[in-house]
T-cell receptor
């Protein structure tokens, strides 16, 4: 049973559009919430991360929104570009171990 | 720096065969991890090594063994491969277990027939 539920499984967005990926969790012991980006044939790489005492974090075109009371967090990719086409995983850390969501494959159409 | 390297890149095994997946990192990291990635399941932690000389079970350890050979190297062994172990295996490392960033290798695609 996955501790972090991620949706949607896949999405297609036009170049310049906004991609939104949602994650939910139940375990209130999670203390850190990273997002990883994975290109085909490669290992995941850390994209952006947030602590539960922060409601939003922005790095360039990528923004994490965090709702502690709802136990939900999301990744927004603004002005999506073809180079953003990848699989995105949300994750949550407890006891120094990461639990990953199932992943979302994002396709950006030019 | 090569980062995290894994060998082999691809492997096909027959049920019951054994093999060892190798992982090495050149970042002087203390902690290392083995994950498996399956469609619709994300990445699941098999084993990890918080520091040289220690190993601990993760979420899905059954059917696997690990060895932290030294600070650089962390191997994963399948003693008797089963079709359910068909997966992509990733090794990762981090500065220590408290670090939030894990660095992943390129993966090993394993098929068990």
């Amino acid at each position: 049973q996955q501790q972090v539920k991620q949706s949607p499984q896949s999405l297609i967005v036009q170049k310049g559009g906004i991609s939104i990926i949602n994650c939910a969790y139940e375990n209130t012991a999670f203390d850190y919430f990273p997002w990883y980006q994975q290109f085909p044939g490669k290992g995941p790489a850390l994209l952006i991360a947030i602590r539960p005492d922060v409601s939003e974090k922005k790095e360039g075109r990528f923004t994490i929104s965090f709702n502690k009371s709802a136990k939900q967090f999301s990744l927004h990719i603004m002005d999506s570009q073809p180079g953003d086409s990848a699989t995105y995983f949300c994750a949550a850390r407890n006891d120094y171990k990461l639990s990953f969501g199932a992943g979302t494959t994002v396709t950006v159409r030019a | 720096n090569a980062g995290v390297t894994q060998t082999p890149k691809f492997q096909v095994l027959k049920t019951g065969q054994s093999m060892t997946l190798q992982c090495a990192q050149d970042m002087n990291h203390n902690s290392m991890y083995w994950y498996r990635q399956d469609p619709g399941m994300g990445l699941r932690l098999i084993y990890y090594s918080a520091s040289e000389g220690t190993t601990d079970k993760g979420e899905v350890p059954n059917g696997y063994n690990v060895s932290r050979l030294n600070k650089r190297e962390f191997s994963l062994r399948l003693e008797s491969a089963a079709p359910s172990q068909t997966s992509v295996y990733f090794c990762a490392s981090s500065e220590d277990v408290r670090s939030y960033e894990q660095y992943f290798g390129p993966g090993t695609r394993l098929t068990v027939t």
